[in-house]
């Protein structure tokens, strides 16, 4: 099992950044590819951004790249999420999630591990 705790989230005016950071124990970490995923109200969970075990290949969203970051500190056993340039639209609970094999990682049910969220308001 691999327990994952979400924090950094917040209320932000449009055009500011967050931080979030995603905490995991119980395996080791460093065998997992990580992943962000968002869920605003009414809507479908969504692919944010996603990083491999190492950390050297990073994948994202088209809505957010350019804007957001997504990195890994495996001394740390820590994902990072920097949002920068932050809209209203990307208001939403933020999920990391955790897999030691997926490929597809826009494939949501596919990955094994979640975490219980942050939400994160971006007022206008």
């Known amino acids: 099992q691999v327990q994952l705790v979400e924090s950094g989230g917040g209320l932000v005016q449009a055009g500011g950044s967050l931080r979030l950071s995603c905490a995991a124990s119980?395996?080791?970490?460093?065998?997992?590819?990580m992943g962000w995923f968002r869920q605003a109200p009414g809507k479908d969970r969504e692919f944010v951004a996603a990083?491999?075990?190492?950390?050297?290949?990073?994948y994202y969203a088209d809505s957010v790249k350019g804007r957001f970051n997504i990195s890994r500190d495996n001394a740390k056993n820590t994902v990072y999420l920097q949002m920068n340039s932050l809209k209203p639209e990307d208001t939403a609970v933020y999920y990391c999630?955790?897999?030691?094999?997926?490929?597809?990682?826009?494939?949501?049910?596919?990955?094994?591990?979640w975490g219980q969220g942050t939400q994160v308001t971006v007022s206008s």
């Open positions: 999630a955790a897999d030691q094999t997926i490929m597809a990682f826009t494939n949501i049910p596919r990955w094994d591990y």
């Open positions: 119980g395996r080791t970490f460093s065998n997992y590819r």
């Open positions: 990083i491999t075990r190492s950390g050297a290949n990073t």
